[in-house]
């Protein structure tokens, strides 16, 4: 994605985005919280199906956390779906890279592969069939989103203290919400599941650096 420089004002990024992002400003800066209870609240909701609601709170900013026991608990709850379906693609044999992407409300199968391919078919209908898979998608997909927009809301701090004027900042914060929310897929092969989001929030800051004539020090 390419950082568009628009000149906005601090209003423009405010006035569609407050509740979530100032709530989750203080969620993520939080660090007086214990980490370590904060963990084990997480788990015990993702074991009782309960990630919709901790979504919740993290952006009311009820739950104080990190940003890296945000990612923790992205990875915790990542890992069991992205075995699960490991499986089901080898055991129908599915050979090679499919991605799952939300399509019209439901997650769709997409494949070099043929669309009428039988596999495909196979998991497609796996996937049409497990409710409790789909939500689950959903909330691994907001959970790396929320993960990269923190990561961008500290790059964008960076940005801050190099001088970059507010609305190059409030540009760069509002360009990089709207693309890692709308990137609603994932990316499936032999290594795993993984959200197409993860480390976009490196790639937006990485262009918004080189638009600027950013470079970065070496000592």
């Known amino acids: 994605m390419q950082i568009k420089n628009n000149a906005l004002s601090l209003f423009d990024y405010i006035g569609n985005y407050a509740k979530t992002e100032q709530a989750f400003e203080r969620g993520i800066n939080n660090q007086k919280r214990d980490v370590a209870a904060?963990?084990?609240?997480?788990?015990?909701?993702?074991?009782?199906?309960?990630?919709?609601?901790?979504?919740?709170?993290?952006?009311?900013?009820?739950?104080?956390?990190?940003?890296?026991?945000l990612n923790n608990m992205l990875n915790f709850s990542l890992a069991p779906i992205s075995k699960d379906l490991q499986n089901v693609a080898?055991?129908?044999?599915?050979?090679?890279?499919?991605?799952l992407k939300k399509m019209e409300g439901k997650w769709a199968v997409t494949s070099e592969l043929a669309?009428?391919?039988?596999?495909?078919?196979?998991?497609?209908?796996?996937?049409?069939?497990?409710?409790?898979?789909?939500t689950k998608l959903d909330n691994l997909s907001k959970l790396s989103a929320m993960y990269e927009l923190g990561l961008s809301q500290n790059?964008?701090?960076?940005?801050?203290?190099?001088?970059?004027?507010?609305?190059?900042?409030?540009?760069?914060?509002?360009?990089?919400?709207?693309?890692?929310?709308g990137l609603e897929r994932f990316k499936l092969n032999a290594g795993g599941l993984s959200p197409t989001s993860r480390g976009e929030a490196d790639t937006l800051f990485s262009a918004i650096k080189e638009t600027l004539g950013l470079t970065d020090e070496k000592g």
């Open 38 to 69: 904060d963990l084990r609240s997480l788990q015990q909701d993702i074991a009782l199906d309960k990630v919709d609601e901790t979504l919740k709170r993290l952006q009311s900013g009820e739950q104080g956390m990190s940003i890296n026991t």
């Open 90 to 99: 080898a055991g129908i044999g599915i050979v090679g890279k499919v991605e």
């Open 115 to 134: 669309a009428d391919n039988s596999n495909i078919k196979q998991l497609q209908a796996y996937i049409d069939r497990n409710a409790k898979l789909n």
């Open 155 to 181: 790059y964008a701090k960076q940005l801050q203290e190099a001088g970059v004027s507010e609305p190059e900042v409030v540009s760069y914060l509002t360009q990089s919400r709207e693309y890692l929310y």
